[in-house]
């Protein structure tokens, strides 16, 4: 790697400083813009509380504290390391969202890497076949798939799969009370992430169709692959070698705008099948107004998409020479 | 001291307690096997002494044993404590506690425990258990088997409420002198209950397996209890059909899930197992509004709703319509008789608000009003879009208004900023415990979740309410909580609707999961499962 790519790194940590500071600010902020805090979710459930109880427990969480004062003491402890600890789950943020970020990390790679292979085969496929039936069937499955909400598709897997086939567990990540082996650890995980990963990669998997089906059909236009027809190479390694190169840029593109928005699809997947991911740790924390523990998986959240956005970069150049990287 | 009817007392208990286990010895219980109970939410601690959170009582109660649990109409039955006597004026409670029991790191279970958890957990830190102890000045343990309750007030509501679920025992060698709130054990809870902690995966399970030492030999019957957490309601009912669990309590299978599963011949419904609860689904007004101030606006309000509709339809016949705001699970002290009703009668409610002076417009609206469904389960929403059709036909506009948990909270009982509420409000095993802050002027406190949200305060009230928190004579106490029940309904500060039953669905092979009072929230060690066929 020569000076300009350390350049262009330094100058892209500086720039993911910056949306960082803007993410912990911007989120603080609106949520304390939301009406109620955690005593106040605490107190009403289900229970009677005093004030009294009220107000120590306030004092305790920092609350009382005018909001530019809790402010400055969150980011002054996310400068030292510390994201805080979570009163609600008697444990440290980190420890908490990092917990919980192998289930979702698990869940958004191997559906992205589910949802970028099928989808692009099903795009070159139909590409290579444009206009004829097998084309109009791809492109019509394709479209259900784009359709049917997350929700829907992941109850009707469970309902075929595991109430009616008992092939598949309905959900979690591991068979609780049971003493694995390392092997069998990995199988009962496999297992068990079978369906959410097709039912959270389903939609994508529509959308890498019709972009790699589109992109394909204008490279298969160009002189180029013309021109390795004339030399003689095979069908395979000009669609593989040639075509497919140049027609997985967008898709690499897609795919690094779309991390963001898987990581917001886990939510709905982690629900329907009981995942102790990331996802529904901050789902929970906005109804109990657990700051700390938002902001930290708002953080924590930011930091990979940014690192990821970073990664995809950098395979960019490596896909497509003529790329260069400058700031 | 004198005792209460000691010897009966406990002869009664002792059968009660004996009652379900000849009647589980009769079938033999089998050993052995892995329960997998559902649960939602998830809990987010292990330790139920300092916190109302339901989830956290359900699992801490199979953790760690109370001093006692329940019969179905909520007397006492020996667990940690052997037995109790009260003073003749009421102000001195002895407990005698069982000896040799071990919490599960092998340290005996003492006064000390009792006495530590009382003054330093639930008095400072447990939400309600601020009010059921707020009597007691300081526990005296003459023994390490004695621990006696030295009270400022008779206090009667405190003996219904000392079941795992709200009154959890704290080891004190692990929490004295530390941070309670942040102390690991709420995490990996040392308890004295017939199961141990094996791993807890935090939103995801629990796992638990048998107390080989303990105290009630031979017990617990099942060697794995693994509670599951799943936060969708379709998913689990596809987890008990599925049969990878036998049992989902508080309704978190869906009503209309309820009938498709039974009709399978392989699941049981129960609504027994509640009696601690008494779940009420009530209209709280708000007296200092304008509109809501004038009775007869409120009485028309009653008259324009169809409860046994709402029943029928909202709970699928899953409660009872509402005559008092006292459930009627609660056999000691309901009674409806000569207290004040409001039939359906539309034309009763249109004539009512004719003459609160309210005229009907072109449309044939007479007022707009607006109505905040507590946003904690589907229910209040239904009830909130049932009216906003019913009182079309009195003449009320509704407007229903949603917003999230905290934020109904802050709105009415912070900012005061409501009309009426759709709420549900927890009973309680005792009124002192629940109902009483509803009603009670000292419990209007702004800022205070479920406090005195209507803002009612009438003198009377206020006297009947206190004289009945102390009464320890059954028969006087009774008779100040029908004054209780006939005066709540001619003020009318709270409109009740229905008497929640909330359901238990389980596999029939699954046995003696409710056995009590407290249901699900006991302690299971009765519990066992017959092997599939």
């Known amino acids: ?327 | 001291m004198r005792p209460i009817n000691l010897i009966a007392g406990i002869g009664a208990m002792l059968c009660a307690a004996a009652a379900p286990i000849f009647h589980a010895q009769a079938e033999e219980p089998v050993k052995g096997g892995t329960v997998t109970f559902l649960m939602s939410p998830a809990p987010q601690i292990l330790t139920s002494a300092i916190t109302t959170a339901g989830a956290e009582q359900v699992v801490s109660s199979k953790i760690s044993d109370s001093l006692f649990t329940y019969d179905f109409d909520l007397n006492p039955k020996p667990l940690l404590a052997k037995s109790y006597e009260v003073s003749e004026d009421g102000k001195r409670v002895t407990f005698h506690l069982r000896e040799g029991v071990k919490w599960h790191d092998g340290e005996e279970f003492t006064s000390e425990d009792v006495a530590f958890t009382t003054m330093e957990v639930w008095k400072v830190l447990h939400g309600r258990g601020r009010t059921i102890f707020g009597n007691v000045e300081k526990v005296e343990t003459p023994d390490k088997y004695t621990a006696v309750f030295v009270l400022s007030r008779p206090s009667p509501g405190m003996l219904k409420s000392l079941a795992a679920q709200q009154a959890q025992i704290l080891p004190a060698h692990l929490y004295k002198g530390t941070d309670i709130l942040t102390n690991p054990a709420n995490l990996k809870p040392v308890g004295t209950g017939p199961f141990r902690v094996v791993s807890f995966t935090p939103g995801d399970n629990l796992v638990l397996e048998r107390n080989p030492d303990y105290w009630d030999e031979g017990k617990p019957y099942i060697d794995k209890l693994v509670f599951r957490f799943i936060p969708d309601a379709a998913t689990r009912s596809a987890a008990l059909e599925a049969g990878e669990a036998q049992i989902a309590p508080q309704n978190l299978v869906p009503m209309v899930d309820l009938e498709r599963l039974q009709a399978t011949g392989e699941f049981e419904v129960t609504t027994k197992g509640y009696e601690f609860q008494n779940e009420m689904e009530m209209i709280e007004f708000n007296l200092d509004d304008p509109v809501m101030k004038d009775i007869r606006v409120r009485q028309a309000i009653a008259h324009a709703i169809d409860k046994d509709w709402i029943v029928d339809n909202i709970f699928f016949g899953y409660g009872i319509s509402a005559k008092t705001p006292l459930h009627p699970q609660l056999t000691e002290l309901y009674d409806a008789s000569d207290v004040p009703q409001y039939d359906y009668d539309p034309e009763k409610a249109k004539a009512l608000l004719e003459e609160a002076g309210y005229k009907p417009d072109a449309n044939g609206t007479r007022l707009k009003l607006v109505v905040d469904p507590l946003p904690y389960g589907e229910h209040q929403n239904h009830v909130a879009a049932y009216m906003r059709e019913a009182f079309r036909e009195v003449g009320i506009d509704l407007e229903v208004r949603a917003q999230d948990f905290a934020g109904f909270v802050k709105r009415v009982y912070t900012d005061r900023d409501f009309q009426f509420t759709v709420n549900l409000l927890t009973g309680g095993s005792d009124p002192t415990i629940g109902t009483q802050r509803t009603f009670w002027t000292p419990s209007f406190k702004p800022g205070v979740g479920f406090s005195n949200g209507s803002h009612y305060s009438n003198p009377k009230m206020d006297e009947i309410l206190e004289s009945a928190a102390a009464e320890m004579d059954a028969a006087k106490r009774k008779a100040l909580y029908h004054d209780f029940q006939k005066l709540a309904m001619e003020d009318l500060p709270v409109l009740p609707l229905t008497a929640v039953e909330s359901t238990t669905i389980a596999n029939k092979r699954l046995k003696n999961h409710t056995i009590d009072a407290n249901g699900t929230y006991s302690n299971f060690a009765n519990v066992y499962l017959e092997p599939a066929q």
Not at chain 1, 212 to 234: C, E, N, P
Not at chain 1, 253 to 280: C, D
């Open chain 1, 1 to 327: 790697m020569d000076r300009q790519f350390w350049t262009y790194l330094g100058w892209r940590v500086l720039q993911s400083l910056v949306i960082i500071a803007i993410v912990i600010v911007g989120s603080f902020l609106l949520l304390h813009l939301v009406p109620g805090d955690m005593v106040d979710v605490l107190g009403g459930q289900r229970g009677d509380m005093d004030a009294e109880l009220m107000a120590t427990l306030r004092e305790r969480y920092g609350l009382d504290q005018p909001v530019l004062v809790q402010l400055l003491n969150y980011v002054g402890s996310v400068l030292q390391g510390d994201l805080g600890y979570s009163y609600r789950n008697a444990t440290d943020v980190l420890s908490l969202v990092l917990q919980r970020l192998p289930a979702t990390i698990l869940l958004v790679v191997c559906s992205v890497i589910t949802a970028v292979f099928f989808g692009t085969m099903a795009g070159v496929i139909a590409a290579r076949h444009a206009h004829r039936p097998i084309d109009v069937i791809i492109s019509m499955i394709v479209l259900v798939f784009y359709a049917t909400p997350i929700f829907l598709t992941g109850l009707g897997l469970v309902i075929v799969f595991s109430v009616k086939l008992k092939l598949l567990p309905i959900g979690g990540l591991i068979t609780p009370g049971v003493d694995f082996s390392f092997l069998e650890l990995v199988g009962d995980v496999a297992l068990h992430l079978i369906l959410p990963v097709f039912s959270l990669s389903l939609f994508y998997i529509a959308i890498y169709a019709r972009l790699a089906r589109a992109s394909m059909l204008q490279v298969l236009d160009q002189d180029y692959i013309r021109t390795a027809y004339a030399k003689g190479l095979s069908t395979y390694n000009v669609i593989i070698g040639h075509a497919l190169r140049n027609a997985l840029l967008p898709v690499v593109t897609m795919v690094g705008l779309q991390i963001a928005e898987l990581f917001g699809g886990a939510v709905l997947t982690e629900t329907i099948f009981s995942l102790p991911g990331v996802g529904r740790l901050a789902y929970d924390a906005v109804f109990e107004r657990d700051y700390p523990l938002i902001l930290g998986v708002l953080l924590v959240c930011a930091f990979i998409i940014i690192v990821v956005n970073l990664i995809i970069d950098i395979i960019y150049t490596l896909l497509d020479p003529r790329v260069e990287i400058s700031r």
